[in-house]
């Protein structure tokens, strides 16, 4: 449903899809790619949304079928994103009243750098469809490189990650 009533606002790539539900969640939900194209394919094969070739990407959009399943299902998809709205924002809220509170009781105040370095690395793994085997094999190269250096600098400080 939550699928169907994005669709209603207009057609999407599954990648923009996986971005609208961080987007309207607040980064609570952030659908990987496994969890997306399957429902999308689904909805595809069900006759509720349609497929069109855009370069090397799908766009799709909703069907007649899809439009009035999604019309007869109005309300629930709307009380769904709601939801999803209200506790993102909530979740938020309290992520940034816990990182204030850290910052004012003498935390790192690099915090705000490490957050955001780490949400481009969330970013920068975010694919629009599945990766390659050779894409997935360099990109778990990198992250282990990532990770051993992050603890090599942690041990070197003597705190070493938790």
């Keep these: 449903m939550i699928l169907l009533a994005l669709l209603a606002n207009r057609p999407a790539h599954g990648y923009e899809l996986i971005k609208e539900l961080e987007d309207h969640s607040h980064g609570l939900y952030v659908p990987s790619p496994g969890m997306i194209y399957p429902a999308l394919t689904y909805l595809e094969e069900i006759g509720l949304a349609a497929a069109e070739i855009d370069?090397?990407?799908?766009?799709y959009s909703l069907t007649e079928a899809g439009r009035g399943h999604y019309e007869l299902n109005r309300d629930i998809a709307a009380r769904i994103l709601s939801d999803m709205e209200r506790?993102?924002?909530?979740?938020a809220q309290a992520r940034e009243?816990?990182?204030?509170?850290?910052?004012?009781?003498?935390?790192?105040?690099?915090?705000?750098?490490l957050r955001a370095a780490r949400g481009d690395l969330r970013a920068a793994l975010r694919k629009d469809g599945a990766y390659t085997t050779e894409e997935a094999q360099r990109v778990t190269d990198i992250l282990n490189r990532a990770a051993a250096e992050i603890r090599q600098v942690l041990a070197e400080s003597g705190k070493p990650p938790a």
């Design 55 to 59: 370069g090397t990407k799908k766009r």
């Design 87 to 91: 506790i993102g924002a909530d979740m």
């Design 97 to 113: 009243a816990m990182e204030s509170s850290a910052v004012s009781e003498g935390c790192d105040p690099t915090s705000d750098v």
